[in-house]
């Protein structure tokens, strides 16, 4: 296991680490290791909490605006995990039944993400290119999925460029 523990004043992760581990995360999926991807997802998820508790105790008194950029990182974050889970679902689903409710539970995740991304921009955000080409990759899925069982590789492919917009964003 090489987490170390996090010192206790450097309580900081630092992008490049996010980007290691969500490149060591992308190559477990490739390579079909479910598990230890679930695994290092948990981890992630570990420290992006322990982040958030870190920044709570720094600034009780934070500002309506961090409170809000909070909010929408945990969407994402959600959001990074519904879509993640719908991937996998389409790809183990070989016989193309049911592919009509993953048409739909995609549809849903793109309009939260079309949601989020409004709210980010009244916060004054730019617009993130990452989530741009999400939300056109879940655009793209939606409309594979409703193809049926030939449709199947192409949506995986477009819910995995979906999910690497979600990071980058």
């Known amino acids: 296991n090489d987490m170390r523990p996090m010192d206790r004043n450097a309580q900081t992760i630092t992008p490049r680490d996010l980007q290691n581990m969500l490149n060591r995360l ?18 992630m998820q570990r420290m992006l909490e322990n982040l958030r508790n870190a920044q709570r ?11 809000e950029m909070n909010q929408a990182l945990d969407e994402l974050d959600q959001m990074t995990r519904d879509q993640q889970e719908l991937r996998d679902n389409t790809y183990r689903n070989e016989n193309g039944e049911g592919q009509q409710n993953f048409q739909q539970r995609q549809g849903d995740l793109r309009q939260r993400l079309e949601e ?16 741009d080409d999400a939300e056109q990759a879940m655009r793209e899925a939606e409309g594979e999925l409703g193809k049926g069982e030939q449709g199947r590789g192409k949506a995986v492919d477009a819910q995995g460029r979906a999910l690497e917009g979600l990071r980058k964003g």
Do not use: I, V
């Not at 105790?57 to 409170?67: D, T």
């Not at 989020?116 to 989530?131: D, P």
């Open 26 to 43: 992308e190559e477990m999926m490739r390579n079909g290791q479910m598990a230890d991807a679930q695994r290092l997802m948990e981890q």
């Open 57 to 67: 105790q720094r600034g009780q008194q934070g500002n309506q605006m961090s409170r």
């Open 116 to 131: 989020l991304q409004r709210r980010m921009k009244g916060m004054g955000m730019q617009g993130e290119q990452g989530l």
